[in-house]
């Protein structure tokens, strides 16, 4: 099996798992945490927990968070081929975080200097047999775009597979569905969750969703939570999995884990049903643990925790 050449996203996540509604203007109780983070970063994280050979193509600032969070990659066993950019920042990103949604509020810094040519260059050296997955906020972002779009050129070129998470309902409106769809046009696989649906395909169900989007793309997957995920093809047929059942502790990065767990079995062979079932599993095991990544061994968790530690939530799934 070849490479899985992951493009996108490398952030410094601060996770702010508040206790209760926050109070604006006044104190909330939280538990602090500051890890790596990133669409792109997160999945390839959890393709290689999955066994799978995986390189991450993004762009870091010449800065210690930079430094500390490629080492984080290259110690969970990802390939490095990202970029260093002098005088940029790292991208950081905080989150606020419960049980049952997360906001993001962004700082892309080095991400949107993402270089194109040194995107198209990644691609090209990999060995034949691998594959593209490309995070959507490359596309999403005027400064990154080119990157976005080289990498799509690149994989064509190639001849080798590619996927796309569709990354985010409202910058996916800001840029509009019909501009992403042109984009993304012939891929071999879309992912989205139901609002990014939403915005894509307008409203219905996740089966109708995932159909209409074939007609852009060959496969397309709708993740719906804890209500599972379903599977449409070009030809017509179509395929659901429910969520499995565990205790919610945090969702950051559980669609991230989906796509890994999803991709790993694709990749290797295995049919639609078998796949969401994979996604549905890595999914599940990543809303056990607070924070968008595979959880560290014993003795190298170096999170700040600030506040009291928030029981788990209820019941649900990826």
């Not at 500390?68 to 969970?76: C, S």
């Not at 840029?175 to 609002?195: S, Y």
Request: proline share 6%; hydrophobic share 45%.
């Amino acid at each position: 099996m070849g490479t899985v050449i992951v493009v996108g996203d490398l952030v410094t996540d601060v996770l702010v798992e508040h206790d209760g509604p926050i109070r604006a203007g006044s104190d909330t109780a939280a538990a602090i945490r500051v890890s790596g983070g990133g669409q792109a970063a997160n999945t390839a994280a959890w393709l290689a927990r999955a066994g799978r050979a995986t390189t991450l193509v993004a762009a870091v600032g010449a800065d210690q968070a930079g430094r500390d969070r490629v080492a984080e990659l290259v110690t969970a066993g990802v390939g490095d081929a990202i970029q260093v950019r002098a005088g940029a920042v790292t991208g950081s990103v905080v989150v606020l975080t419960g049980a049952d949604e997360r906001t993001m509020i962004t700082d892309r810094g080095a991400c949107l200097l993402l270089d194109p040519e040194h995107v198209t260059a990644a691609i090209r050296a990999a060995a034949p047999g691998g594959h593209l997955h490309l995070s959507g906020y490359p596309l999403l972002h005027a400064g990154s775009r080119p990157a976005g779009l080289a990498a799509l050129t690149a994989a064509k070129d190639q001849g080798i597979t590619v996927s796309v998470d569709a990354a985010s309902a409202a910058p996916l409106r800001d840029a509009g569905a019909e501009l992403f769809l042109a984009w993304v046009r012939g891929v071999d696989l879309l992912l989205c969750n139901a609002d990014e649906a939403t915005v894509l395909a307008g409203p219905g169900d996740a089966v109708a969703q995932a159909s209409r989007l074939t007609e852009f793309v060959q496969h397309a997957v709708v993740k719906r939570g804890a209500g599972g995920a379903v599977w449409a093809s070009r030809d017509g047929s179509s395929w659901s999995v429910p969520g499995v059942p565990v205790p919610v502790k945090d969702p950051t990065g559980a669609g991230d884990a989906f796509a890994a767990g999803l991709l790993a079995a694709w990749l290797a062979g295995a049919a639609p049903p078998d796949a969401l079932t994979s996604g549905a599993a890595l999914g599940a095991a990543a809303v056990q643990h607070v924070g968008a990544r595979p959880p560290r061994p014993v003795g190298l968790d170096r999170d700040t925790r600030l506040g009291p530690d928030p029981a788990a939530g209820s019941r649900g799934s990826f």
